[in-house]
């Protein structure tokens, strides 16, 4: 089983940044994030797969860059000109392809003044 471990969540102030880590126990085709507010569906905000590419939600993109480390099986999430709509829960996520799906604990991210 993999388990994913994240970390970075906080408080930022408008046009502020956060980095968001995710460290997985064992390799994973694709990984990402997942975003959920409080009253809404959780949504995706980008994934990237083992092969480098990556999906972005039109809602984060320009703003959000999405990486990853192959050896390290760590994903990160650069938010940067946060906004306070991108508050929300965000997920670590972790999909193989074929049924398999992981997910993280969540990390609360707060954007105020």
């Known amino acids: 089983q993999v388990q994913l471990m994240e970390s970075g969540g906080g408080l930022v102030q408008p046009g502020g940044s956060l980095r968001l880590s995710c460290a997985a126990s064992g390799s994973v085709y694709k990984m990402g994030w997942y975003r959920q507010a409080p009253g809404k569906q959780r949504e995706l905000a980008a994934t990237i797969t083992l092969f480098g590419g990556t999906v972005y939600a039109d809602s984060v993109k320009g703003r959000f860059t999405i990486s990853r480390d192959i050896g390290k099986n760590t994903v990160w999430l650069q938010m940067s000109s946060l906004k306070p709509e991108d508050t929300a829960v965000y997920y670590c996520?972790?999909?193989?392809?074929?049924?398999?799906?992981?997910w993280g604990q969540g990390t609360q991210v707060t954007v105020s003044s």
């Open positions: 996520n972790g999909d193989e392809g074929g049924g398999a799906e992981y």
